[in-house]
């Protein structure tokens, strides 16, 4: 009898650490992590067991380029890799203060590789989709800030290939080919429009580099004076 009761108390505790153990599995299923590898910030998940992780890589294409590794590019991630995240809007909020960060870094450079950079992060940053009512705001200033930029840097390119174009049909015109009576009078069409273009851009930009101008006075500048009284005896 004592032995069959000994038995039962055995495999009450192992079905009691069993179900611990499944427990504590599940959790850790449902943490996530980061950590820094190579320079690269990368996304854990933990194991359907007690301890352990692994990369974190989602079914869903969207879901696997917004949790794909994270270039860093020299930057500190902070206090991230020792955080730990029971559910993924806690993690997208903490991973947005990091692409966030590189992002803004970035989009206001007049480089275009770091424009470019910037962008890439944007993008990133994009993807998270748990993110604070603050953060989304962050997100839609940058997109303005970038757009700017972006603008300007398309406008140079698209008179760089205009410019280029063009250089390519005078050196078609050049020879003695089927093209070349096309390609005069394309020159012909597209020249004059493209010197309006290229002034204009430069037209902007050197308004750009101008101070602000303004016709009133400063609001802290005094009155002017009274004008002196007319003589009647002077007409």
């Known amino acids: 009898m004592r032995s069959l009761k000994k038995l039962l108390i055995v495999l009450l505790l192992l079905g009691m650490g069993g179900a ?3 427990l504590l599995s599940q959790l850790n299923a449902r943490t996530y992590s980061v950590q820094v590898v190579d320079g690269n910030l990368i996304v854990m998940k933990g194991r359907m067991f007690p301890i352990g992780s692994e990369p974190f890589r989602p079914v869903d294409p969207a879901m696997r380029d917004a949790y794909a590794p994270i270039p860093l590019d020299g930057s500190s991630p902070g206090n991230l890799p ?8 806690e993690l997208d909020r903490a991973l947005f203060e990091v692409v966030g960060r590189l992002a803004k870094a ?10 470019e950079q ?4 944007l993008r990133r940053a994009e993807k998270l989709l748990g993110l604070s009512d603050e953060q989304r705001q962050s997100l839609a200033e940058m997109r303005s ?3 700017y930029y972006l603008a300007r840097s398309k406008l140079d390119q698209a008179k760089a290939d205009v410019a280029d174009g063009l250089a390519q049909l005078k050196l ?6 089927r093209h070349a009576h096309s390609a005069n009078q394309m020159i012909l069409e597209v020249e004059p429009a493209a010197k309006a273009f ?3 851009l430069r037209k902007a930009a050197h308004g750009l580099s101008e101070p602000a101008r303004s016709d009133s006075p400063p609001a802290d500048s005094p009155p002017p004076p009274d004008a002196k009284p007319k003589d009647a005896s002077n007409p």
Do not use: I
């Open 198 to 200: 290229e002034a204009a």
């Open 106 to 115: 970035r989009v206001s450079s007049d480089d275009p590789k770091q424009l």
């Open 172 to 177: 078609a015109a050049t020879s003695s080919n």
């Open 118 to 121: 910037g962008l890439s992060y």
């Open 82 to 89: 020792e955080a730990r995240f029971t559910e993924r809007d």
């Open 145 to 147: 800030e970038v757009a």
């Open 20 to 22: 611990v153990a499944f």
